[in-house]
């Protein structure tokens, strides 16, 4: 038995939950994907799989030995990777997990660019704004908004976001436009809360002037823990709210939303790609890090609005 061969056909049966899908995706009879799996259980003495007619199971030891596997294929394929002319065309596969809007407004776009330049990169995004634990979800890196305080992992700064607060015209009409922070925590003023999905806390609306620096709990009549959602939020004339500029920024260009309270605008908030300190940084990931940077530059302050 190959048992490289075997683990890499046990992780594609888990990964796409049938032996005919995970012979498909490999170009292998499927005689041979299950005959692989059988010498795999018999050579460690453990059921990895339970199947039935339609579907496969993992069992516990299963789920086990498919998480350490895959972190072992990984590492494998980027050995291999960079032996085999990695600089100058890096490939395999890229797990990435990006907040919603920032994959949806900046980088999902512009994956056609990504993938004319590296063609053999094959990425995996997970979208959303939830925790995201690297080594226990087998992710190469995150793009995450906020300060690093985990001292196992690596942060670049790839942007410095500046917020805007931002609301409807007709919101404006009825409820007047606010000038200063004050007037959106007096209750005349509905906002649309962002709360945290570590603590689940509500974010304050944070404002600076020179060296004033003011917090606003206001009355929030929603609050959502995921960026597109805020944005939707505020576009149907819910309230007011503090989002990040590139995510407001074209609907501030048609006119759906009007800029409020410009001169208290908050310290612009630092973006990074986050990886594990003790994770090697294959090419793949290189390269993506690198466009990541180019990606974001047009959105930091220094770039203009």
């Given at each position: 038995m190959d048992q490289i061969a075997a683990m890499r056909v046990f992780a594609r049966v888990v990964e796409a939950g049938t032996f005919t899908r995970a012979a498909d995706s490999l170009q292998m009879p499927k005689p041979s994907v299950t005959k692989l799996v059988q010498q795999l259980e018999t050579h460690l003495r453990v059921k990895l799989l339970q199947r039935t007619t339609r579907r496969v199971t993992v069992t516990l030891e299963g789920a086990a030995y498919y998480e350490r596997t895959a972190r072992v294929l990984a590492e494998l394929e980027e050995i291999e990777s960079d032996l085999s002319n990695a600089?100058?065309?890096?490939?395999?596969?890229?797990?990435?997990?990006?907040?919603?809007?920032?994959?949806?407004?900046?980088?999902i776009p512009q994956l056609p660019e990504f993938h004319a330049r590296y063609p053999e990169i094959e990425l995996e995004i997970g979208v959303g704004d939830r925790p995201v634990n690297l080594i226990g979800d087998a992710v190469d890196c995150v793009i995450r908004a906020g300060e690093l305080s985990d001292q196992t992992l690596v942060a670049r700064r790839i942007a410095t976001l500046p917020f805007v607060t931002c609301a409807t015209p007709a919101y404006l009409e009825r409820h007047?436009?606010?000038?200063?922070?004050?007037?959106?925590?007096?209750?005349?003023?509905?906002?649309?809360?962002?709360?945290?999905?570590?603590s689940n806390r509500p974010i304050p609306l944070r404002y600076a002037y020179g060296e004033?620096?003011?917090?606003?709990?206001?009355?929030?009549?929603?609050?959502v823990n995921e960026s597109t959602a805020q944005i939707t939020a505020v576009l149907t004339g819910m309230g007011v709210s503090q989002v990040f500029y590139p995510m407001a920024a074209p609907h501030l260009a048609s006119g759906a939303?009007?800029?409020?309270?410009?001169?208290w605008a908050p310290p612009p908030y630092p973006l990074h790609v986050v990886y594990p300190a003790?994770?090697?940084?294959?090419?793949?990931?290189?390269?993506?890090?690198?466009?990541?940077?180019?990606l974001f530059a047009p959105y930091n302050p220094r770039a203009g609005r």
């Open positions: 600089q100058a065309n890096p490939r395999g596969r890229l797990r990435v997990d990006v907040g919603s809007s920032f994959a949806n407004m900046i980088l007047g436009i606010p000038k200063t922070p004050a007037d959106l925590g007096d209750g005349a003023h509905r906002v649309v809360g962002y709360f945290s999905s570590l004033e620096r003011i917090e606003i709990h206001g009355r929030t009549v929603v609050g939303l009007v800029e409020v309270l410009p001169d003790n994770r090697h940084l294959s090419a793949k990931l290189r390269v993506f890090v690198d466009w990541a940077v180019e």
